[in-house]
């Protein structure tokens, strides 16, 4: 069978008038910077890449030697393109500006660099999550505020996964696509095309250790799965908690499933573990344009006004039988 890459791809997506000729630089960019990463999450210990860099991100989160690997990686590849505004990270607080002698461009993109990274260093899969907007039409300067958009607003969004393979999964609002590395050939091969999130599962997603912090609806909705065929809900289901959000989301993408974060007592002040700008969004955009649903359990997740960059929010995500029941239980209160 032909193979199709990436850049094949782009330029079809480009040609029917889905991508604009920076907008498909920018995802190349990206594709190479993710083939970067993966090379060095794959040296691990061959090349004393584990264990923490001695240095906190802006969430207070040590970081691991990874996660200022892959950041840099990725504000190195971005900077001198032309097709940027500006960018966001999880592990840097600020705005990153584009150096004053480059050019500019129309685009920001925001990424989550090395996500799940507690994982490296027992070997278990970790991703890389990006999203894509414009820069806002007479925005002076990239400032924070011009990042503070509804996920709604995205062109753009997607993840790598290394994986046993190094995974590229992309929309740019025609539908999901993935594509595998052939790390012999260097280059992401179209393997995935149309990937669709099934509307019902028997699988679901959740950290079972913060069960006592969960708000009551959530309790609710996952005793009913616990009880299988003997409760209410009349069928048998089964738990998967990787802890890399890119991992589990790979999951629902491919199979169908239901992957919450909820609000619970823990996180309740922070608003929520995971990050809405560059995971619940760019999470939410690729779930919806695979047919599944995503919200906070109280709203859907593209509709949420951002008020600072590095918020956090409560994430249910997946089927949409099963995201339209839990959110029902919330509302029911
Ligand atoms: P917990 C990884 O740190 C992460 O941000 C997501 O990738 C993952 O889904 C979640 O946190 C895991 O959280 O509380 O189970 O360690």
């Not at 966001?88 to 660099?113: M, R, T």
């Not at 091969?189 to 149309?194: G, I």
């Not at 593209?302 to 959110?327: C, M």
Request: negative net charge; proline residues 5%; contains cysteine.
């Amino acid at each position: 069978m032909r193979r199709v890459t990436l850049t094949q791809f782009l330029i079809e997506q480009q040609r029917a008038g889905r991508t604009s000729p920076d907008l498909r630089l920018l995802i190349e960019v990206v594709a190479r910077a993710v083939k970067a990463i993966g090379v060095n999450v794959s040296k691990g210990a061959l090349a004393d890449l584990l264990g923490e860099a001695g240095t906190d991100n802006i969430q207070g989160e040590a970081q691991k030697k990874l996660d200022v690997i892959a950041n840099e990686i990725l504000l190195q590849a971005n900077e001198w393109g032309g097709h940027l505004a500006a960018m966001a990270s999880e592990e840097v607080e600020e705005v990153h500006q584009i150096p004053f002698d480059y050019p500019k461009g129309g685009y920001l993109l925001l990424f989550d660099p090395l996500d799940g990274s507690s994982n490296i260093d027992v070997n278990i899969s970790v991703g890389t999550i990006f999203s894509v907007l414009r820069f806002p039409e007479g925005a002076k300067e990239p400032n924070e505020q011009c990042f503070l958009q509804p996920g709604r607003e995205q062109v753009a969004a997607g993840y790598a996964l290394y994986g046993p393979s190094t995974l590229l999964i992309l929309t740019v609002g025609n539908g999901v696509h993935g594509f595998t590395l052939d790390r012999e050939m260097g280059s992401f091969v179209y393997t995935h095309p149309f990937m669709t999130v099934p509307v019902d599962t028997q699988e679901y997603a959740i950290n079972a250790s913060n069960a006592r912090h969960w708000e009551p609806p959530v309790q609710r909705y996952v005793a009913e799965l616990q009880q299988g065929k003997t409760g209410p809900r009349g069928k048998d289901f089964n738990m998967r908690w990787v802890a890399s959000m890119v991992a589990d989301v790979h999951r629902v993408l491919t199979r169908g499933g239901i992957f919450m974060y909820p609000l619970d007592e823990k996180c309740r002040d922070q608003g929520g573990k995971l990050r809405l700008m560059y995971e619940a969004n760019p999470m939410a955009m690729l779930v919806e344009q695979a047919g599944g649903s995503a919200t906070t359990g109280r709203q859907r997740i593209l509709d949420v006004q951002p008020e600072r960059l590095h918020q956090r929010v409560p994430v249910i995500l997946g089927s949409t039988h099963e995201v339209e029941r839990v959110t029902a239980y919330h509302l029911e209160g």
